[in-house]
């Protein structure tokens, strides 16, 4: 068999070009897009160079703020499933992180709709905060934006669910990472879980 290295390179150099043409214009598309999902009620949170991923600085140390998004969603009728604690585990096989917590929360009557929508959104959920100490030893809370995780399974009919988890979250990361004491409902009234599964 003989082949002609000369058109095969050709034609390498010319697919090439092709993917960076089609990657780069559908990028864009992609976030359109997504923007489209987001719809109104945008929380006050800063995007990080991530797309879909908010962030919240905090004006506590890491063990500091994973307990007051804890003590915040509790009170607010979330599950807090647990706390993983990436930097510990690393270090059991001698791997140093800096400090990375993730809170695992939720809460069926806000998830569940997401995943009737689209059940392979189940992936995607329950819904966590990512609480880590920076190079710049600035401690900030992640997690996913819910019009990222929409759009990605691209569920339709969600709008209102989508702006009531991003107000929900932008409360409770901005009480948890604000300095003071926590902005946590009146005792006695009836909690209202309306972002996380």
Not at 159 to 176: E, T
């Amino acid at each position: 068999m003989c082949y002609n290295f000369r058109m095969l390179r050709t034609n390498s150099l010319l697919f090439a070009c092709f993917l960076l043409v089609a990657c780069g214009s559908g990028a864009s598309s992609d976030t359109s897009s997504d923007a489209a999902v987001a719809g109104s009620a945008q929380p006050a949170a800063a995007f990080t160079g991530d797309a879909g991923v908010l962030s919240w600085q905090s004006e506590h140390d890491v063990e500091s703020t994973v307990q007051r998004l804890r003590d915040s969603l509790i009170a607010r009728g979330y599950n807090v499933f647990g706390t993983i604690m990436h930097d510990e585990d690393a270090a059991n096989v001698d791997i140093t992180l800096r400090p990375t917590r993730l809170v695992i929360f939720g809460n069926p009557k806000a998830g569940s709709p997401l995943m009737e929508a689209e059940q392979v959104m189940g992936l995607d959920l329950p819904m966590k905060f990512l609480v880590a100490k920076g190079e710049d030893r600035k401690v900030r809370v992640f997690t996913n934006d819910p019009a990222y995780i929409v759009a990605r399974h691209k569920a339709e009919g969600l709008s209102d669910n989508v702006a009531a988890m991003q107000a929900s979250l932008d409360k409770i990361a901005k009480s948890a990472t604000a300095a003071g004491p926590l902005d946590l409902p009146t005792p006695g009234a009836a909690p209202s879980p309306t972002g996380n599964e």
